[in-house]
């Protein structure tokens, strides 16, 4: 289909499919470098402003990171341009995989949402929809633990020694959590293969819990969510509770088993130096999110042209 005959604007031509100019799209590339969203939407502006003087009606995506980036440093904002050149690179090469745990009510799927949006991540998933889905292939009789929530799960242990444990609450949500994975990993295996990058989010990613070679893969990055605070948790409940048709009773009734979760959580994220993210301010957590995450593009970024100077090197000296 020609856009050129169903609108106006400037048309963006990419690899596999053509699209019109968004300042939208744009401003939004600008705020996961590192740029406020008010400043982000008006340079945004100012640069579609740019192309229409120039008479431009077509232009490649790399013809116009180009633009954005040159301009950027005419503006003295080069570090967002170092940063919004690499956000670009590596999300062009790689799917990325964004993995954010935390116990229920600490904001996981919130800041998932607000990452998703930053990043342009078309797909997130809450590992309670994974087993939702699990649920329909595997009858409560065969595997009632997965008909849980994950701080009723010990409810579903059935090993005397393992009912009889101590800390039986931990037991039970290790288990659920065990099941769950199995389905999550699942998620990731198909996301790799197909090329597309997903943000999975809930109480089943833990550290330590999945295997070692998702856990090796630099283009997987995981997070973890919490509240220190006893209170704030309480409120995020009452506050879910306004907007979804999620009861707050059935929280609060387990609230010292979330909490006992919550730290389970936040201690093996420190085991496997995982960070950790004190979830208060949902705009402060979306920028520390991302601080983390353009580390790991670094790191990515890094390897490969060391990966490809050894390359040239070795066919040099083949020559």
Do not use: Q
Not at 62 to 88: G, H, M, P, Q, T
Not at 196 to 202: M, P, Q
């Amino acid at each position: 289909m020609d856009l050129k005959k169903i609108t106006n604007k400037i048309i963006v031509k990419g690899k596999n499919y053509d699209m019109p100019f968004s300042k939208g799209v744009l401003a939004r590339s600008l705020t996961a470098a590192g740029m406020k969203p008010s400043e982000a939407y008006n340079i945004a502006k100012e640069i579609e402003k740019m192309l229409n003087e120039r008479g431009i009606d077509t232009i490649t995506k790399d013809e116009i990171r180009k633009i954005v980036y040159e301009y950027l440093i005419s503006k003295n904002y080069e570090s967002i341009a170092e940063k919004y050149l690499l956000w670009r690179r590596i999300l062009k090469k790689h799917p990325i995989i964004i993995l954010i745990g935390g116990a229920s009510g600490v904001g996981t799927s919130t800041i998932a949402f607000e990452l998703a949006s930053r990043l342009g991540i078309p797909s997130v998933i809450g590992t309670d929809s994974i087993r939702e889905v699990m649920r329909r292939s595997i009858s409560k009789d065969l595997v009632p633990m997965l008909y849980e929530s994950s701080y009723t799960a010990w409810k579903a242990l059935r090993i005397p020694s393992e009912v009889n444990n101590e800390d039986i609450h931990i037991l039970g949500f290790e288990r659920h959590v065990e099941l769950v994975l199995v389905g999550v990993e699942s998620v990731i295996d198909r996301s790799l293969k197909e090329g597309l990058s997903v943000i999975i989010e809930g109480t089943h990613i833990i550290p330590g819990f999945m295997e070692e070679k998702y856990t090796k893969m630099p283009n997987i990055i995981t997070l973890i969510l919490t509240l220190s605070s006893e209170k704030m948790h309480k409120e995020r409940f009452a506050a879910r509770a306004k907007i979804t048709s999620r009861p707050m009773e059935r929280y609060l009734k387990h609230f010292e088993i979330i909490r006992k979760i919550n730290d389970y959580i936040v201690k093996k994220a420190y085991e496997y130096n995982v960070p950790v993210i004190e979830n208060i301010s949902i705009s402060e957590s979306v920028e520390k999110c991302l601080e983390v995450i353009t580390e790991r593009f670094i790191y990515l970024d890094k390897k490969e042209c060391e990966v490809n100077r050894e390359a040239i090197t070795g066919n040099n000296k083949v020559l």
